[in-house]
């Protein structure tokens, strides 16, 4: 099992309702990304963060997206107002040196 | 855009048999490559990385590098039941993130 964790497993929300949602890292990774995969399409990186900050941000991370890390364990991707086309699976991962670690995942559903 | 390439469809081997899959990409300076396994309904799990040209053995996975080409490959050797799934081929660009194929979907018959 993946050792980063993800809460919740699954999120049914309304469009236009805002969500968060969270993951719990490796303890000494410093790197972290969030990633969507649509159902039935390719993973997609949505966003890297680094010392605190975004390093790196994708076309798809527009103004409704934001994350960050609240406690200094907890890292958060939080969706202003979502949309029907905000459903998808959000992976969390953690750069390893052997290759990024994905969490277990959050299902979203928009409806 | 950069793109990586999983072109085939979805594979059906017999137990015991070679799966073989192919990835393209065309970020010429991309340095770093990983092979991902996904379950129905789960998160991508890393089964091999390759940085350098040739090949990387780790138990019955084979992966092949080849960077004149832009192709990497994987090679599952003995295939069992549970190698049953969807494999990724994921490729470091940019600021270290993945860009990631379709996928290609192994189905091993018993």
């Given at each position: ?13 309304q469009?236009?309702q ?11 990774h410093?790197?972290f ?31 409704q ?47 | 855009q950069?793109?990586?390439e ?12 070679i799966?073989?899959?192919n ?48 192709y ?6 003995d ?11 994921a ?20």
């Amino acid at each position: 099992e993946p050792e980063v964790t993800q809460t919740p497993s699954h999120q049914v929300t309304q469009m236009g309702q805002e969500v968060i949602l969270r993951c719990v890292p490796i303890s000494n990774h410093l790197y972290f990304y969030w990633y969507r995969q649509i159902l039935g399409q390719k993973v997609e990186f949505l966003v890297s963060f680094y010392n605190n900050e975004i390093s790196e941000k994708s076309e798809i991370f527009d103004d409704q997206f934001s994350v960050e890390r609240p406690d200094g364990s907890n890292f958060t991707l939080k969706i202003r107002s979502t949309k029907l086309e905000d459903s998808a699976m959000y992976f969390c991962a953690t750069r390893d040196p052997l290759g990024d670690t994905f969490g277990s995942g959050t299902r979203l559903t928009v409806v | 855009q950069k793109e990586v390439e999983q072109n085939s469809g979805p594979l059906s081997v017999p137990e015991g048999a070679i799966a073989s899959l192919n990835c393209t990409y065309s970020d010429r300076v991309s340095q770093s490559f990983f092979w991902y396994r996904q379950y129905s309904g789960k998160s991508p799990e890393l089964i091999m990385s390759i940085y350098s040209n040739g090949d990387k053995e780790d138990g019955r996975f084979t992966a092949q590098l080849n960077k004149a080409s832009q192709y990497v490959s994987l090679l599952i050797r003995d295939s069992q039941p549970s190698d049953s799934a969807t494999y990724l081929c994921a490729v470091k660009e940019g600021n270290n993130r993945l860009a990631f194929g379709k996928g290609n979907q192994v189905v091993v018959i018993p």
